[in-house]
């Protein structure tokens, strides 16, 4: 069965360090999507890609990078980590139409 | 800016009874809407959703609900079960080629044996 995958599942690092997140997904959709949860803020748009070399920055993209070199993947980068990225981080992926959006199991991030 | 947001953060109802979770939305140009559960510790899945020219659309004990005229959005499940405890969100798609959604910032339903 196609599947989206994150890892790690739980991750603590320290200030200044940088950290990458994985997301891959099997159902060889275009569309994929980093959020970030965090109490009182709902999900929020990190970045997102809708193709292979095609990244945009989402909403709180500042700190964080991504690159889509094939379909399947969008690993998150935290440049140098900051105690405010500390959070829980989710992969979201698409087709090209609606109703189709699938989220990973996320990943808890603590920066210390 | 434009946003979605919930008029209750925290819903508790006895199991067997109707819940309702209301969501505002701001942005006049969205066209799509999805419902998400969210269990303790995992990603979001898709419930239901509709489209702007839609006023109503069922599906297994869920129906969501649009007014347009007041940019008003629910979410009703039917004869709510322990299982249906969970955090729920609404989101938003402003149509055309984007496929990015905007979430509100979710309610916490309990359900009470």
């Known amino acids: 069965d196609a599947e989206i995958t994150q890892s790690p599942r739980h991750k603590i690092t320290e200030t200044g360090r940088q950290v990458t997140l994985a997301c891959h997904q099997t159902?060889?959709?275009?569309?994929m999507f980093w959020y970030r949860q965090d109490l009182g803020h709902g999900l929020r748009l990190i970045h997102y890609?809708?193709?292979?070399?095609?990244?945009n920055k989402g909403e709180v993209s500042d700190g964080y990078s991504v690159s889509r070199s094939n379909t399947e993947d969008l690993p998150l980068t935290l440049e140098s980590a900051a105690s405010s990225q500390t959070s829980v981080y989710f992969c979201?992926?698409?087709?090209?139409?609606?109703?189709?959006?699938?989220f990973g199991s996320g990943t808890r991030l603590t920066v210390v | 800016g434009e946003s979605v947001g919930l008029h209750l953060p925290t819903l508790s109802v006895q199991e067997g009874d109707n819940s309702i979770i209301n969501c505002a939305y701001s942005?006049?140009?969205?066209?799509?809407f999805i419902w998400y559960k969210q269990e303790s510790g995992k990603g979001p899945q898709f419930i239901i959703d509709?489209?702007?020219?839609?006023d109503k659309r069922q599906g297994q004990r869920v129906t969501v609900l649009l007014n347009k005229t007041v940019k008003h959005l629910s979410l009703q499940i039917a004869a709510t079960q322990p299982g249906d405890s969970a955090v729920y969100f609404c989101?938003?798609?402003?149509?055309?080629?984007?496929?990015?959604?905007?979430f509100g910032k979710g309610t916490l339903l309990t359900v009470n044996p």
């Open positions: 989101a938003e798609n402003s149509g055309g080629s984007n496929y990015k959604l905007t």
């Open positions: 890609s809708y193709g292979v070399h095609d990244t």
């Open positions: 509709i489209r702007s020219n839609m």
């Open positions: 979201a992926s698409s087709p090209d139409f609606l109703g189709g959006y699938t």
């Open positions: 942005n006049s140009a969205s066209d799509y």
């Open positions: 159902w060889n959709h275009n569309n």
